[in-house]
């Protein structure tokens, strides 16, 4: 087992579904859920090195399994729920419209259902000139994507990333050389379709690179309805100087889970500028691995996260500092009611030759109800001795002078509130530079005030 | 004539301390009343009481505000029905736009008022003219409520915010603390442009200084919680001279 994977040097974590020696003879102890999963994976058809990949990919998952809280990457994210549901395979095809509440951003829209790629749904006529878009699903069966597929994402890395390796059918590929001066912008759409007997799973995979000196605007929103499972896995490469703004909106349905991870891998005076609005999903699990390669990059990793009900939302980052010169910004704000949970895990490493490193990472939290929580993590992990390096965290109320200040001046209380946690946002918001882009998350996040509003009934 | 306000034995604790001992005060439409009292008294927790801040514990009397039982109102319908609350200490805001924020509260008003919401052009119309008569720049608006502002700055918006809102029953608390004396005049000047035979004041005060713009039309002292005296306009006058000693001793 060991032999398959690329670490060797590693020791093999033993977790739960891993392989334990019993009377002396191996006993696979796959969970049920693990290995209905397992079972899902068609027989390959393509390339060789595609079908190495899936096979490590599905050693790697059944090893691994679901992840426990002992799993310290997963300490404060309980997947129970998720591990207990034996997902199936979503159908391909069929009719499906776009649903109302996505938001026209204005750009070139490619649509996924359930994972899928539906070109009927989207609408790419005005792709801008230097932005090339395929489906992974077609660069697969044109025998493409070797060196490219897996070049960032390793399965070994986690079981999410290995699960989506073993089973992603599709995803969107983009190849980015517009300058600057096109300001091209795309939007991804991804609509889950729960609703038949099983909830179903899917694992986009989406390739993403900008070229030296290029740049994209990518809005990548997920929404939903019915019970799935939207494990999506991004590579994000930027050339020498490239720019990506990768504004995200996750309003997958209430009894949708989502587990997305983006990998980006940032090039010399590069910058990736993403931000992440959270407001929808049962459990939802956002990890950004972003690596500033060479120097003078920049990474800018800002997002909130708004939990009502019983909700679970999860950030965490992995920040790494290779190279000299390079800036790091992380600004995530929660805002939680009901009985809704956050949790923030951020982590800042700092490699030996990134001397000069400016990294600033700060999470702060309001609590609406006494029955909501955040656990946060902070880590910086730095092995460069010239640097600046700073972290923080709030926790909070809202402010009773204040809602009283309002209040005195005719504004109901549910107004009142609102108006303050608008406030909260509105500075994590102004990192989103693209007025339209950041007029969508406003209408996000007024949607969900409005339905946790409802939901505590004040 | 029928009193606007009407407080009959009001007691208020905080944090279980008797602040307010039972004050009987009452302030018909169209008239200034005057609360002048040394530090500690309890004005501004008539104020508070009056508003319904939270904390502010009432463990006893009345309150009648233009007919209606006022303790029983939450803060923002005490607002729509009519009354004003000038802070001492005006809350800051970070993040909430002041223009934003003064056109959602008067919006908020109009629709309780059963009134057509304004628009933003009309909204800022109305406040435009408002401020020049403040001495206010228009700069104002676009920032976070409060925040930055000079301690004359705030008083202003205080007084802007009354201007703009029309209140029925304003209570001001020290508005004139923290002010030179050409914003004083200002000031002053916005308060007495909303003088009217519908509009009830309570000014209070810890100096005679203010009244001698808003000239009340009658002076309460407030001591220990309590109102030891009542008079016309030459009790601050004579409040100014003497102070509060012979009072407090007597009290
Ligand atoms: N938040 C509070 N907690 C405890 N005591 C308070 C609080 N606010 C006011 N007090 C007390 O109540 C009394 C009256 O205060 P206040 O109404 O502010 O007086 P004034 O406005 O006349 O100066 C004082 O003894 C003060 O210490
Ligand atoms: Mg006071």
Not at chain 1, 367 to 387: G, R
Not at chain 2, 124 to 140: H, Q, S
Request: with cysteine.
């Amino acid at each position: 087992m060991a032999s398959s994977s690329r670490q060797p040097e590693m020791a093999v974590p033993v977790m739960d579904g891993a392989v334990r020696e019993m009377g002396g003879a191996p006993m696979p102890l796959v969970h049920p859920s693990v290995a209905a999963m397992l079972e899902l994976r068609r027989a390959e058809e393509g390339p060789e090195w595609l079908a190495t990949l899936r096979d490590r990919a599905a050693e790697a998952f059944a090893r691994l399994g679901f992840p426990t809280r002992r799993n310290e990457a997963w300490h404060y994210t309980d997947l129970r729920s998720l591990a207990e549901l034996r997902f199936a395979a979503p159908e391909r095809g069929g009719a499906a419209r776009l649903p109302d509440g996505v938001a026209d951003a204005g750009a070139p829209r490619l649509v996924f259902v359930d994972g899928a790629f539906r070109p009927d749904l989207s609408d790419l006529d005005s792709l801008p000139d230097g932005v090339r878009v395929e489906s992974l699903s077609s660069l697969l069966a044109m025998g493409g994507g070797e060196g490219r597929l897996g070049a960032l994402a390793d399965a070994e890395s986690g079981t999410f990333v290995a699960l989506n390796t073993m089973l992603a059918d599709d995803g969107a590929v983009i190849t980015c050389t517009a300058a600057p001066e096109a300001a091209a912008r795309l939007h991804l759409v991804s609509v889950g379709r729960g609703g038949g007997e099983r909830p179903v799973a899917f694992h986009p995979r989406h390739l993403i690179h900008i070229a030296e000196g290029a740049e994209l605007t990518l809005f990548d929103s997920a929404l939903g309805e019915g019970a799935y499972l939207n494990n999506t896995v991004a590579e994000i490469t930027l050339g020498k100087a490239a720019r990506m703004t990768h504004v995200r909106l996750q309003a997958e349905a209430a009894t949708g889970f989502q587990v997305s991870t983006v990998f980006a891998h940032v090039a010399e005076e590069a910058e990736y500028d993403s931000f992440v609005l959270a407001t929808g999903a049962r459990l939802a699990r956002n990890e950004v691995h972003a690596t500033l390669a060479g120097p003078k990059a920049v990474a800018h990793l800002n997002g909130a996260q708004l939990g009502d009900g019983a909700r679970h939302v999860d950030t965490t980052t992995v920040l790494t500092h290779a190279a000299p010169n390079c800036a790091s910004r992380q600004t995530f704000k929660s805002v939680l009611s009901g009985a809704s949970r956050a949790v923030f895990q951020g982590k800042i490493h700092v490699h030996q030759v990134a001397q000069k490193t400016d990294g600033y990472q700060m999470n702060q939290a309001l609590l609406l109800s006494p029955t909501a929580e955040i656990d946060a993590k902070p880590q910086l992990e730095i092995y460069a001795d010239d640097v600046k390096c700073s972290h923080g965290a709030t926790v909070g109320e809202l402010d009773a002078d204040q809602l009283f200040y309002l209040r005195s001046r005719g504004l109901p209380l549910a107004e009142a509130r609102a108006m303050l946690i608008e406030a909260f946002l509105a500075d994590a918001l102004e990192a989103v530079r693209d007025e339209t882009l950041r007029a969508a998350l406003a209408a996000a996040t007024a949607a969900w005030w409005a339905r946790a509003h409802a939901e505590a009934g004040a | 004539m029928k009193a606007m306000l009407k407080i009959e034995g009001l007691t208020a604790a905080i944090d279980e301390k008797t602040v307010l001992k039972g004050i009987d005060l009452e302030v018909p439409a169209g008239e200034v009343h005057a609360i002048m009292g040394p530090n500690g008294s309890g004005k501004s927790t008539l104020g508070y009481v009056l508003a319904g801040r939270e904390g502010y514990e009432v463990t006893g009397g009345s309150v009648q505000f233009r007919g209606e039982d006022l303790l029983a109102m939450e803060p923002e319908d005490r607002a729509a029905a009519g009354l004003f609350l000038a802070f001492q200490y005006p809350v800051e805001l970070p993040g909430v736009g002041n223009a934003n924020f003064l056109r959602q509260a008067m919006n908020a008003l109009r629709r309780k008022r059963g009134e057509a919401e304004l628009d933003a052009m009309q909204f800022l119309k109305l406040v435009r003219g408002r401020m020049k008569a403040l001495g206010m720049t228009e700069e104002m608006l676009k920032r976070f409520v409060n925040v930055g502002f000079s301690g004359g700055e705030k008083k202003r918006n205080e007084i802007l915010q009354m201007a703009v809102l029309e209140p029925a029953f304003c209570v001001l608390d020290e508005t004139d603390s923290g002010l030179d004396i050409d914003a004083l005049k200002i000031v002053a000047d916005g308060v007495n442009a909303l003088r009217g035979p519908e509009r009830g004041m309570l000014v209070i005060t810890h100096y005679q200084r203010l009244l001698t713009y808003i000239v009340p039309d009658r002076v309460h002292v407030l001591l220990g919680g309590r109102i030891v005296r009542s008079g016309g306009p030459e009790l601050a006058l004579e409040l100014e001279e003497k102070g509060y000693g012979e009072l407090q001793q007597a009290a």
